[in-house]
């Protein structure tokens, strides 16, 4: 009963916030539902903004848990599997087929095929209050926004004003009439900066994880060119040209000859080209549901699992520059095969309190990407970092998408709203 009342004044908080985002550019909201609680929570920063109810998926089409994104928002929409079921208010979290939707049917437990339902009248107003590219995190408990504030989170770069070069010098009266002395003239003081302007640009999103094979290789073969070691085109994949090139390099440098891309031959090879520590990580950086870059990273004590965290920023200071940001931690057990790829022996807990600070004191960005990325930051952009790399859910119109799998039970993509061909 407590519990309800929450969701009803919830729904009131609702009413009167859309009307207030309505006149307004709208802030950076965040979506938090937990299938334990079947709630679905809308924050600003850390302040709870609207609550409801909801109904995510039964046994055997489970909603998945992990940071979505709204990818898509159709005010009238029928699912094309499910008999041309009614979907209004739908509002897409992947291509395959999960979204927040409003039904006539939503009950204190699990009951859809795998997407969140919502009060008819909530969804009406949330549809209001959010636009494409807002995040949307489903765990199995509540998930809260924090403050963190850390030297690894990246601000926006802030133009310092220019400083006042030396005054011209110009002739003034004097008392000789045949010389001219020259004063410095005393220029009016500059007008005082306008206030910073929050940038307009849409938000970035960024990803850390671990380094794929591919990505390894395709560094291998560019250092390899770059000594003098024909490794062929550059292009993550290894063929003959560049067995023969690693077996070049081992043979010059007395190593045992086997053309294998070995941690040994791998840290020897970086060495060699005064690369330093060879990275393990990989930072990717999206914009508008599109890839803009991506730059190596390390990962200090990489037998430690990353774990999943989120992060957002916003709430940019207008004098100065400066934004906060705010982190949740998700559940998420890695599968043995996962951790014994990655050569994860210790897992992370995600409710420890300084879980993310933990995390971020172990990864290096370059500088130069540092930079590029703080020149990009604008408000609403974020941050995820996990274990899980680049899912079957990223691709082409998404935001990074990440699937986080509980221990009990393993993600499932689910067709409750499949989208319209």
């Known amino acids: 009963m407590v519990l309800r009342l929450a969701f009803g004044l919830g729904f009131a908080l609702a009413l009167s916030a859309s009307t ?81 939707h409003a039904s006539n049917h939503v009950p204190s437990y699990p009951a859809s095929h795998g997407c969140v339902r919502m009060p008819d009248a909530f969804a009406r107003q949330l549809f209001k209050m959010t636009g494409r590219g807002l995040h949307v995190l489903i765990s199995d408990r509540q998930l809260t926004p924090v403050a963190i504030s850390d030297p690894f989170l990246f601000q926006p770069k ?35 900066p306008a206030a910073t302007e929050t940038k307009s640009e849409p938000p970035i999103r960024m990803l850390i994880t671990h380094r794929g094979m591919r990505e390894i290789t395709l560094d291998i073969q560019s250092l390899l060119n770059e000594l003098g070691y024909a490794a062929g085109f550059a292009d993550g ?7 023969d090139a690693i077996k070049a390099f081992q043979t010059a440098e007395a190593m045992t000859v086997d053309g294998k891309m070995t ?20 930072l990717l950086v999206r914009r508008d549901f599109e890839p803009l870059f991506e730059t190596p990273v390390v990962i200090e004590r990489p037998e430690i699992a990353l774990g999943t965290h989120f992060f957002q920023f916003q709430d940019i200071d207008a004098s100065t520059g400066k934004g906060e940001w705010f982190v949740m931690t998700l559940d998420n057990t890695l599968s043995g095969p996962m951790k014994k790829r990655l050569g994860i022996t210790v897992e992370e807990d995600p409710t420890a309190f300084n879980s993310a600070q933990r995390t971020l004191s172990r990864i290096k960005v370059p500088d130069d990407a ?16 996990s274990d899980m790399g680049l899912g079957q ?11 986080t799998r509980t221990r009990s039970a393993a993600p499932r993509v689910i067709h409750d709203a499949q989208r319209s061909l």
Do not use: C
Request: glycine content about 8%; overall charge neutral; cysteine-free.
């Open 158 to 192: 802030v133009e310092e004003p220019a400083l006042l070069s030396d005054a011209t010098l110009r002739p003034s009266v004097s008392q000789v009439p045949t010389q001219s002395v020259e004063v410095a003239t005393i220029e009016p003081a500059p007008e005082k």
């Open 393 to 403: 859910e990223t691709g082409a119109g998404t935001d990074f998408v990440t699937v």
């Open 263 to 282: 941690p040994a031959f791998i840290e020897a090879l970086y060495a060699k080209a005064g690369k330093g520590k060879p990275p393990n990580g990989q």
């Open 20 to 100: 207030a985002l309505a006149g307004s550019e709208q802030a950076p909201l965040q979506i938090v539902v937990s299938r334990d609680q079947q709630s679905l929570v809308v924050y600003d920063g850390n302040t709870v903004v609207a609550t409801s109810n909801v109904s995510t998926g039964k046994a055997g089409h489970s909603t998945p848990t992990g940071i979505f994104s709204i990818l898509e928002k159709r005010r009238f929409h029928k699912s094309n599997i499910y008999s041309n079921a009614p979907m209004p208010f739908m509002q897409r979290l992947t291509w395959s087929g999960i979204a927040l």
């Open 370 to 385: 540092r930079q590029r990325i703080e020149a990009l930051l604008a408000e609403g952009s974020s941050l995820t970092i």
């Open 237 to 243: 994949y290894a063929g003959a040209q560049t067995t």
